[in-house]
């Protein structure tokens, strides 16, 4: 929480006057306020006892999985989408749960990685729920865009790092949901693509916005234009995905790379991973030499943390150190 506070008070620094020095002053003198917020001890009441699985329900119960992994793999969290019928599309109810998912994570110090899946095989997700949406008359069909639209720019915005792990079909608001995650995975016969053209729609969750910032312009209109699918090993090639890995007999390869992947950032300083990523997220919205203050301004917040004192004091006694994300 204290991390998240901070977070909020780099951000709100920065976006009055986001590409100018003075902004980058007003970022840095941020700086005392969250060391005293990093210095508040706030208690921490574990959602779920250890390894449990909880349930977001409202109309179709187990819409999502939200699993809190343990022992060794404490702080890594897994969304797990589950709409077999509907292929996972995303409906008013989805929408709710994950929005309810995404906040409670957020508000969490102790979650270090959150993994987005899917518990249906060969589905990632098939985008809106087209049998909900033709039912729904002319007026809602703004504000739940509208709603999606946030729960995916919510997602992108959690401060910890974010995985989405591609087993089957990411269409539509499925591909606008990775491509606001940090990192995304495709197992080589997923399907991924912006299709809203062909229902003479367009992405209406950040495609039309992140796709260009992943491929580049000219690709991204290419593929939203033909309303083209492609598969893992192109996205791949394209830069769409980080990683595509060959699908196993159980479908969950792509799930597999990711917690590996995970597994791999769970040792490191959790509020340097933050300030890394907000850092990153923040610089490459501006110019070089702003970017290079923000740059400077993240990297303070990391100077008075008891982690990087214990990652010294463990260089220095050869062994692993012990990051608490204080």
Known sequence: MAVLVGCRL?????????????????????????????NN???????TSNGATRHYSSDIKDDLSIR?????????VVFGIN??????????SLVIQMTEAVESVKKNSKVRTVIICSMVPGIFCAGAD????????????GPFVSKARALISELGNLP??????????????????ALSCDIRIASNNAKLGLTETKLAIIPGAGGTQRLPRAI?????????????????TEAKRLGLVSHAVEQNKSGDAAYLRALDLAREFNPNGPIAIRMAKLAINQGIEVDLNTGLAIEEACYAQ????????????????KRPPRFKGE
């Open 302 to 317: 990391v100077i008075p943390t008891k982690d990087r004192l214990e990652g010294l004091a463990a260089f220095k006694e």
């Open 10 to 38: 780099l951000l709100q620094a920065i976006r009055p006057q986001t590409g100018t020095i003075e902004a980058v002053r007003r970022l840095q003198e941020q700086t005392k306020s969250f060391h005293n917020v990093l």
């Open 160 to 177: 910890m790092p974010t995985i989405a792990a591609i087993d089957g079909a990411a269409l539509g608001g499925g591909l606008e949901m």
């Open 68 to 76: 809190y992994l343990d022992g060794e793999d404490s702080g890594i």
């Open 130 to 141: 087209l049998k909900e949406r033709a039912k729904m008359h002319q007026s809602e069909v």
């Open 83 to 92: 709409r077999p019928k509907q292929k996972n599309a995303i409906s008013k």
């Open 41 to 47: 001890k706030l208690q921490y009441i574990r959602p």
């Open 216 to 232: 580049g312009v000219a690709l991204a209109k290419e593929l939203i234009f033909a309303a083209r699918a492609i598969d893992g």
